[in-house]
């Protein structure tokens, strides 16, 4: 039986990208909320994906288990048609449909190059990004979709960094970072278009200054001590991948959520209109922070924007 504690009971979702970052933060937040998640990655207990990185999909679903939701690990490549196909049918036959699609894979981490010029960029690097950021998304879509329209209000999130309005006056990166980013805002209008005669609803969402584990390492701190990193902007407005995962969850709980089809939100932005907080009862507000303070040029100062 649903209740307040766990608006998301009876509700199935699956969580594209869960092993590490934002997708854990978010296949454990909708846990939390009551969901069964199927959690998909390359990662496993039985071998490792080809980054390397430690993490498994395995430990994702205990994490899931562990926060009050059923976690259903899936090793699954989302550029193998075959693999997404057969995930698919899984899907179908344990459930019979789809609550919550999340649209997270990135898996381009390890393969930016910071303020590089297109002409001077690897081109096999920079394609390679572009399929894990964008074609995934698109094989996913093509095979999930059609169980996401048999239920009444279900709900695609593609997960991107930064929103509409900040992401069309700023240049991301590079070029091809830039193109995979605005890629996942246009999927979010685009399918938004096609869902809305089914009732279903897509949404772009950006978290902000993100405390993955990739970024944790790269500032030299864990998340006890995440406030002393090298940046003190990151100290100043990080957030935890549970926030951007709330955020997904209380999208899926939200009855009127349709009201948003085609829209593009940040974590911080969805905090102060639903109340959730970050796992330290904070609401960073990232990217109010990133053009008031950051961007402008100010000293590093959460006061107001956490």
């Known amino acids: 039986m649903q209740t307040t504690d766990t608006p998301l009971a009876g509700k199935v979702a699956l969580v594209a990208g869960a092993t590490r970052g934002a997708g854990r933060g978010i296949a454990v937040a909708l846990?939390?909320?009551?969901?069964?998640?199927?959690?998909?990655?390359?990662?496993?207990?039985?071998?490792a994906g080809p980054d390397g990185l430690p993490e498994t999909?395995?430990?994702?679903?205990?994490?899931?288990?562990?926060?009050?939701?059923?976690?259903?690990?899936?090793?699954?490549?989302?550029?193998?048609?075959?693999q997404v196909r057969s995930l698919a049918r899984r899907l179908d036959d344990a459930h019979g449909g789809l609550d919550v699609l999340v649209n997270d894979i990135w898996g381009?981490?390890?393969l930016v190059e910071f303020d590089v010029p297109l002409w001077e960029h690897d081109l096999d690097v920079?394609?390679?990004?572009l399929r894990t950021a964008v074609e995934t998304h698109l094989v996913t879509s093509h095979h999930l979709l059609p169980l996401l329209i048999r239920r009444p209000g279900g709900l695609l999130v593609e997960v991107t960094d930064g929103t509409r309005t900040y992401n069309d006056a700023h240049r991301r990166v590079n070029v091809f970072y830039d193109l995979?980013?605005?890629?996942?805002l246009r999927l979010a209008f685009s399918q938004g278009h096609e869902l809305a005669s089914h009732?279903?609803?897509?949404?772009?969402?950006?978290?902000g200054w993100l405390r993955s584990e990739l970024m944790l390492q790269a500032m030299g701190v864990t998340e006890e001590t995440w406030r002393e990193g090298r940046n003190p902007h990151f100290g100043a407005i990080s957030?935890?991948?549970?926030?951007?995962?709330?955020?997904?969850?209380?999208?899926?709980?939200?009855?009127?959520v349709h009201r948003r089809n085609q829209g593009s939100f940040s974590s911080g932005e969805?905090?102060?209109?639903?109340?959730?907080?970050?796992?330290d009862g904070s609401q960073p507000d990232c990217w109010r922070y990133m053009v008031e303070v950051q961007d402008a040029g100010l000293p590093p100062d959460p006061t107001g924007y956490r």
């Open 57 to 82: 999909i395995e430990e994702t679903a205990e994490l899931v288990d562990a926060a009050g939701g059923v976690g259903v690990p899936v090793v699954a490549d989302h550029l193998d048609h075959d």
């Open 108 to 110: 381009g981490e390890l």
């Open 180 to 184: 995979a980013k605005a890629a996942a």
């Open 31 to 47: 846990g939390e909320a009551g969901a069964t998640v199927w959690c998909t990655g390359r990662s496993s207990r039985a071998q």
């Open 199 to 207: 009732g279903a609803t897509a949404v772009a969402l950006t978290p």
């Open 270 to 279: 969805l905090a102060r209109e639903y109340g959730f907080t970050d796992l």
């Open 126 to 129: 920079g394609l390679r990004m």
């Open 239 to 256: 957030e935890s991948p549970r926030f951007v995962g709330r955020a997904v969850a209380a999208l899926a709980a939200d009855p009127h």
